[in-house]
């Protein structure tokens, strides 16, 4: 079992930043995906971001990229989300998870653990 916590939304004007980050604890694995995924009311989960284990590659959705930085330390067992020049599009929940596989995948269904998710709300 893996267990993970987010911290870090919040309520901010568009055009501001927010860190979220999200703490693995439990049988974690350097070598695993770490992803970001968000889910706004009415919508599907969707995927935002994710990093690979070893080589730290990243992976963005279109609509995030070149404002997102998804980074880990394998240290802490942390991965972080650097969200900057937010929008109110960008209003949701965000969901940091974790795949026990090597191989980088944007379906939120082969993600095996969860994180119980933070509000993050851009204010235009």
């Known amino acids: 079992q893996v267990q993970l916590v987010e911290s870090g939304g919040g309520l901010v004007q568009a055009g501001g930043s927010l860190r979220l980050s999200c703490v693995a604890s439990?049988?974690?694995?350097?070598?695993?995906?770490m992803g970001w995924f968000r889910q706004a009311p009415g919508k599907e989960r969707e995927f935002v971001a994710a990093?690979?284990?070893?080589?730290?590659?990243?992976y963005y959705a279109d609509s995030v990229k070149g404002r997102f930085t998804i980074s880990r330390d394998n240290a802490k067992n942390t991965v972080y989300l650097q969200m900057n020049r937010l929008k109110p599009e960008d209003t949701s929940v965000y969901y940091c998870?974790?795949?026990?596989?090597?191989?980088?995948?944007?379906?939120?269904?082969?993600?095996?653990?969860w994180g119980q998710g933070t509000q993050v709300t851009v204010s235009s």
């Open positions: 998870a974790t795949r026990s596989n090597v191989i980088v995948t944007m379906s939120a269904d082969d993600y095996d653990y």
């Open positions: 990093i690979t284990g070893d080589t730290h590659n990243t």
């Open positions: 439990g049988r974690t694995s350097d070598t695993y995906i």
